[in-house]
C-alpha cells in the first residue's frame, strides 16, 4: 500500500457529520398560498434553478428535475438495472415501428396543458421538431419531421436526416411535451406551461413554488404545493430536514446517510442512479492532447479507494454510462490502477517522473456533489505521487457551473475537470454524443474520427439488439482506449424525507413523482 493510500484511509476523510452551527435562511418557512392549505412538500435542493425556462436550454440536473413536475413526456422509464428499456406510457398509449424512419406514436386524449389547452398531435409536433433543430440541443440526434396522422396520432419521420426514428423510442421518455402555441410565441421560456402534476405559480428568490393541478389526467396530487428551495449546503439541508422546514432533501453526504438512517421521524432512500461522475481531460489542451498522458492519469488513480471515500453515495462502474443506462455493463480494456503503467507511459511522453510537465488544474465542485472536496484531494495526492504538478481549485457550485464547459471562443479554463452527467432516459446517447462526439464534445474538446464512427454507427442501427452490440464492442472499447474522460464511478442519490411522507417515487436521474405522495 502506498504512503498515499495509507494516509487518506487514516485521515478521516470519510468522518464529518452535521455542523451545528450550520443556519438556515429565513426565507424557508411555511407559508400557505392564498386559498390553500398549508399541505406542501418542499425539496431542498443542492442546485439553484436559473435561466430561462425552455426545456431545450436545460443541461443541469436542477433545471431537470424541475422539469418533472411540471411537464409531461410520451413515456416514463423506470430505469431499473435488470431492465433499463422497460417502458410506461404517459402521454402516448403505444407506439409502433413502421420502417426503418418512420415511428408512430398515438397519444392519449382528454389531457389538458396547465393554461387550459387541450393537448394534441400539433403539440407533440412542434416539440419534437423544435427540440430537434441542430444547435438547439445536445441532447437529441439530429432534427425529425413529424406528420401528424390525426389530432392523437404522429408519425415521426427522420428519412431525410441520415439516422433511424428508432433513435426516439427511449429518447420519448426525456423529451417534456410544450405547447405548440407556447413554441410559436416565445413563451416557453417565460412561463412554464405543461400537462405535470404540478403548475408553476411564482419564483420567488431562491425558491420556485408550484401548486397541484387539479385537470392532472392521473388525478389531482394530494400534495397541494410543492417548492423547490435552493440551499446550496449539504449540512444546512440536513438541518432543514430535522427542523421540519425540508419535507425532502437531496445529494446527502455518506455520514450524513449513516447519521439520518439511526434518527427517528426522518429516513432515508438510496437509488443507483444514471449519473456518472467523470474526470474530464481538456483534451483540445496541451498537455491532455497526448492520450498517453491521459492514460497516465488514469492508472495513476485508484478508483477503489474513490469509492471507500463514498461509501454510501458511490457505486463501482467501470463504464463510460450507468448500469441502469443501455450498454452501461464494464468495458474489459478500462483503464486500472498500475502506477508502473503511469510511470511508463510517463516517460514514453517525454516527461519522466512528470518533469517538465507544467502544472495542471484540476477543477471541482463543492456543496452539490458527495465528497467532491475529499476525493478531489486524494486524486490530486495520486497524481502527484507518481510526478504530477497538479492544482486543485475547489468551487461552490455556481462558479464551477461557469467554468465547465467549453467556451465559443477561447480557450476552456483548467486542464481536468470533475463533473456528473444524469439524464432521465436509458437512453445512451444522451451522455455518449454531447461528451465524445467531435460535433459537441461540451466539456472535453475531444474529436477522435474513429469514436465518431463508432458513435454514428451504432445510432444509425436500428435493431435494439444489433445496436447495444455495436456500443458494447464498437463505443465502449474505444472510448477506454482513447480516455477522453475517467469515469470514476455511478452515484448513488441519497434523499433524507419526513418519514410521514408517503407515496413518493425517486427515479434514477433526480427527479421524484410526488403526484401519488401524501401525509400519513
Known sequence: MSATRRSFLKSGLALGGIAATSQLSAPFVRTALAGQSSNSVIFASGEPLTGNWDPTSHTILGQINFEGYVFGRLTKTPMRPENPSEIQYELATGHKVISENILEWTLRQGITFHNGKPFKAEDVKATFEYASQPGKSAWYPGPVDVEIVDDYTVRLNTENHGYPATAYILLASFLPIMSAEDIADGAISQTPNGTGPFKFVEQRGDETIMAAFDDFHEGRPIIDEFRFAYMGDANTRVLALLGGEADIIER??????DTLAERDGVRVKRTVSTENKYLHFRCNKAPFDDVRLRKAVCHAIDRDLITEILGAAGHASSSYVSPVKLGGSDIANYPTYDPEESQRLLAEAGYPRGNGLPELEYITSTGFYPKTKEYGE?????LQEQGFNVKLTVLETAAWLERIYQPESGEAPGHLVDVGWATGSP????????????????????????VDAALDAQQAEGDPAARLKLIEEGVMPKLADKVPSLSLFTSVLIHGMQSNLEGAYFYPNGPIDLSKASYT
Open 252 to 257: 446527502l453526504e455518506p455520514e450524513q446517510h
Open 378 to 382: 486524494l486524486i490530486t495526492a495520486l
Open 427 to 450: 437512453e445512451p446517447d444522451l451522455v455518449l454524443r454531447p461528451m465524445w462526439h467531435s460535433s459537441q464534445s461540451l466539456i472535453t474538446g475531444f474529436e477522435d474520427a474513429e
